[in-house]
Structure formats: structure tokens, C-alpha cells
């Protein structure tokens, strides 16, 4: 197969340990290293493990200001999404304020390339730019060397930013969204085609652009991810890995109180392990049904491990009209891998987001979107042999058909050769 020169440009590395990390190692990890290079604008990007040895170049000295923020306390996550939703003092949501607003003011702040950038650039010769987009430095970044090298750039929307903002009515929010979409608008001039992480992503931006979109999620080693065969036992563990952002946790928390009520009324021993980054998220521990288990963050790497001792896993998303348009057509990165793992999937989150149909149409999951439903799936779930089995093998052979590496390689390569030999 004949391979283009691809130039990666995000915020972050391939090599991030986090899951848009995990998503970008799963598209490129096939590609020949001597075609692509990466440059990123944060400098701490290195991780102990699940590395490609690409090509990396941090570039965040060209948005100084944007720097000094990347290495100063006020570059802390804003909590807002990420934190439990306990009850915060005004002078803590002043404070996310100021964070917010001083973070969208470095990502829309003076841009001052240095040649010996371009310098590397030239010498590694791309024929097209692949990029998450996202922010506007980013974007900006991208488009002055798609203009510089006349190459064209291939953007992969995983969330519809585009559209939303994770909080969309905070002051000052609606002037940096313009800003954002003025960048947005301005990429899609230089693009031919481009991805999506899901299909209902793909299809509305096509049809809104008029731009061709394929969509490409995170892939996974059918050879590998498939867990052994697990009858249920004494607990029955369900498992959650992942983030508590975006108030997942409220929705887990839901879901915890009725696994005790059906713990108790069918008298069966149920446990919900949760698995997250608990010094980030700080979860209400205490505010969780009896059954709920909480460990530490485990690395992608030992993830299947965790499946393995795991009777359900699941997937949980919050009703919130303040983030329903932002991941509308996401799907979680986890998503495929809990597909392919050999255990039943029970998706909590609601019906009017991509995920909740994609899982359901294709009757690859058991979902629920409100609590009297997650009672009966619950029930159907913990009781019905034959259903779990049914849904477990068309969720296996519906990520061999639709998620494999090696059909997204084909699709990630495909798009990428479109662009370059359309723009020629």
C-alpha cells in the first residue's frame, strides 16, 4: 500500500495516555513511521507505555502566552464538567470563570512561528495535515501550514465542537465559540474530505458542508480484545472504566441505588466497580448506592484484565441539556473495546444522542434512558441467559465487520489519499 506523508497537528500527543490519545494510536499505530510527524502544542506529552516512536515536536514556544498557561496553576481542568456535581461556593465557580476565560484568551492569543519549524516541516515533506481541530490555535496552526506547504487538511471531529461548547452559556463563551467556528469554517476550505467518530456525525456534517465525511472510531485487535468466557458469579460485578467528566458520575450514581434496590428485592449480590481517576474527579463516595466499588485509574494497557474478572460493563451518559449537543454523535472511546470483550454491555444515557441508537438499532447492548427502563433492563439483563448471549455475539461480529484495525487503516488511508490526489 502507497502511503502519503501525513503531518499530525493536535494539542496533545498520539502518545497521551488519555482517551483521545488512545483513539489517534488505534487510527495511525499501522502507518509507517517514516510517514508521519507529529507537532503538538503542549510540552508534556510522553507517556511510560503504549508509545509509537513517531516523530514528535512540541511547538507551544509559537503561542507564547499560550505557554506561560500550559505551565502555570491556572492550566488546571476546569472542574465545572469534570468535577462532581457537589454544591459550589460562588467564589469556586468565580474562579472556573477566570480559568476559562484566561484559557480561551491563550488559545485565541498571538501566533509567532519560528523558521526552524518550518525548517523540519519542509525536510519532512507532507502531503496532507491530519487534525482533531478543536481550538483555535490548533486550527490556526494548521491552516498556515496547509497554506505554506499547499497541502490539504483532513480534520477528524470526535465531538461536535463545531456546534457546542461543553459549557455554552458561561460569559464570555459565545464571542470564543464565534472565533472558533470562524477557524472551523476557514478549514473546511482547505479540506476534500474528512472523518467523523461516528456515523450520525458523519452524516450531518456531510450534509451541512456539503464536504464528504467517513466515519472512523476508535478501532480495536479483534486477535486481541476478546475476553474468556465468564459465567456469572457471586458478586455479580458490573464495570465502569473511564471519566467521571462530563457528570457521568450522576448517572452512575443513579445507576448504583438501583442495583442495591435490585440487589435486595431478587437477593442477588451485585457490585459496581468504578475505575477512574479518582485524585482528578474527587467522585461523592459516600453519596453512592452500598454496592458501589471504587479503584484507582488503570492504565490502557492492563485494561483487559479488568474486563476479565468483569460480568456487564458499562456506559453511562448524563441527561444534561447544557452537554447534550456537545457529544450528540460521540462515541466513547471505550465503547468499542467493551464491544468486542466477550461481556454484555449496559448502556444508562439518553436516547437523544447517537451513542443510545447506535447501540440499540444494531441490538449490540442493552440500554435504558430513564430509571424505570434501567430497572427492566437490569432485571432482563441479569436474568435472561439466552438474550445476553444473542447480544454478545452480534456485539462481537458487528466490531470484526465495522471496528477492526484493519478496515479502519483502509478507511483512515483511503480518506488521506483522496485528499492529496483530489488537491493536486
Known sequence: MEYPKILIINGQSVNKNNATGITLRSVVSSIPLD???EICLDDNNSENYNTLDIYSQSVSDIFPFQKVMRNSQLNITIRSGNKSQSK??????????????CINFADLSLMRMKFEYIDKILKFSP?????LGGSVAVMKLALYI???????LVLHIMDDWPHYLQDDAGFGQNFYKKKLQKYYKKCLKRSIIN?????????????????????????????NGRCNEKKFGSPI?????????????????????VLDDISLKQKIDIELHIYSNLALYHPRTADFGKCTRFYDYVGHNKIKSIYEM?????HAEVSSAELLGYFRFSISTKISEYLISNRPVLFYGPKEIGLYEYLKSNEIAFTASDEKELVDVVCDLLNNSRKRQSVVKKAYDFVVKNCSKEKSEKTFIFVLQKAVHEWK
Open 195 to 223: 472523518l467523523a467518530i461516528s456515523p450520525y456525525m458523519a452524516d450531518f456534517f456531510e450534509r451541512e458542508t456539503n464536504i464528504s465525511f467517513y466515519p472512523l472510531m476508535n478501532s480495536v485487535d479483534v486477535s
Open 127 to 131: 502531503n496532507v495535515i491530519y487534525t
Open 310 to 314: 468483569s460480568d456487564i460493563l458499562v
Open 35 to 37: 510517514n508521519m510527524m
Open 237 to 257: 460485578i458490573f464495570t465502569y472504566a473511564g471519566g467521571l467528566h462530563l457528570q457521568r458520575d450522576s448517572a452512575l450514581m443513579s445507576l448504583s441505588y
Open 88 to 101: 459550589k461556593s460562588l467564589k469556586s465557580m468565580i474562579k472556573n470563570r477566570i480559568r476559562r476565560l
Open 146 to 152: 496547509s497554506s505554506y506547504c499547499d497541502i490539504p
